[in-house]
């Protein structure tokens, strides 16, 4: 029986990555792997969460005596588990967490990487069997190896990324991830358990079709957003449209869309909520980096997303992401 080689697994890509840098530690590669593990646990919890009635409500005690627990709090367990328990990981944030987690054990202290997550992203479209995900950053420590990780390694702007990526629990599951060599999308073959190399070097088309954004709360946008929008909805074959909105109410899937087919993806501040919904580290940032890598763009409106400085681990931005083409036209619509 031939093997074919052309169908890499996470592991077998990421061990050739790590081979094209004789000086590479192996801790990326240990700590992606450790990633794809908690992404499979949690896919299997995911995809009997509709069965939630039989299993029990989180909170309960299901039939094997277990108690059931959120599946976003189950995600967070599992991916906190994986790096805490791995060799690559100084410490966690998490957007289930108020406060980072610094792992202060021999090993946990000799990483040099710090991981960020939001372990389950749209988890409120759990029960209507909409896609959602898990996102992660992942960064070099800034505090001294050997001693325990800090806040400030937490900090640090989106540009200081060495990885990121995220999960999408769908019609199929796929982990993509981006380092700055390129970003690669691996689909998750049940049959033998593991992800394997379906979208090599992703690049997101200049310019697509499709616009996501909340239609919502049009009328508190500010007024370039509104300008951007009506230019959308405007767009005809005549002039490089028509555009199709398209709005899952799940970043991750509409993100992960518009990355393979090209197009913009908005969560702009309101009147009332100037800094919108988004996490600056754990959705933003990550988005951002796997975007500019696969050459697109993402700004908060003003500033790149990557160059913006944090200064609190949950504070919230504004988001436009996706083809440059179509942020080149926001953004002229914000200069008019
Ligand atoms: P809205 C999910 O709760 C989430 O954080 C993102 O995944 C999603 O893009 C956004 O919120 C949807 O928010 O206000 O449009 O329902």
């Known amino acids: 029986m031939t093997v074919n080689r052309n169908v890499l697994t996470l592991d077998e890509f990421t061990l050739q990555q790590l081979r094209a840098f004789p000086r590479a530690t192996g801790e990326l590669s240990a ?63 998490s957007e289930e967490l108020d406060d980072v987690v610094i792992f202060n054990d021999p090993v946990s202290n000799n990483s040099k990487y710090v991981v960020l997550f939001d372990p389950l992203d749209g988890s409120g479209n759990i029960d209507v069997n909409v896609s959602i ?23 640090q702007p989106g540009i200081k990324q060495i990885a990121a990526g995220y999960v999408v629990y769908g019609s199929s599951t796929m982990l993509v991830y981006a380092t700055r060599r390129g970003v690669n999308g691996f689909t998750l073959d049940q049959s033998i358990g593991e992800f394997c190399l379906s979208h090599p070097d992703i690049k997101v088309p200049d310019f697509g079709l499709i616009y996501s954004v909340n239609h919502g709360h049009f009328f508190r946008y500010p007024l370039g957003v509104r300008k951007y929008i009506t230019l959308c909805q405007e767009k005809t074959k005549a002039n490089g449209g028509p555009y199709t909105q398209r709005y899952i109410g799940s970043m991750v899937a509409d993100v992960h869309r518009n990355l393979i087919k090209g197009g913009i993806f908005m969560y702009p501040g309101t009147t009332d909520k100037p800094k919108g919904k988004l996490r600056l580290l754990y959705e933003c940032n990550p988005f951002a980096f796997i975007v500019e890598v696969a ?33 080149s036209e926001l953004e002229a619509c914000f200069q008019e």
């Open 133 to 155: 995900g898990t996102i992660f950053s992942v960064y070099r420590r800034v505090s001294e190896i050997g001693k325990p990780a800090t806040e400030a390694d937490f900090l």
């Open 31 to 93: 700590l992606l792997r450790d990633i794809g593990l908690a992404a499979k646990r949690v896919n299997v919890e995911v995809n009997k969460a509709g069965l939630v009635d039989i299993l029990g409500d989180a909170g309960s005690i299901n039939v094997q005596g277990e108690d059931v627990k959120k599946l976003d709090i189950f995600a967070n367990n599992q991916f906190m588990g994986v790096l805490q328990h791995g060799i690559s990981c100084a410490g966690i944030a």
């Open 295 to 327: 050459g697109g763009r993402a700004t908060n409106g003003t500033q790149r997303i990557l160059e913006v400085v944090p200064t609190q681990l949950h504070e919230r931005s504004p988001l436009f992401i996706g083809s440059g083409g179509m942020m």
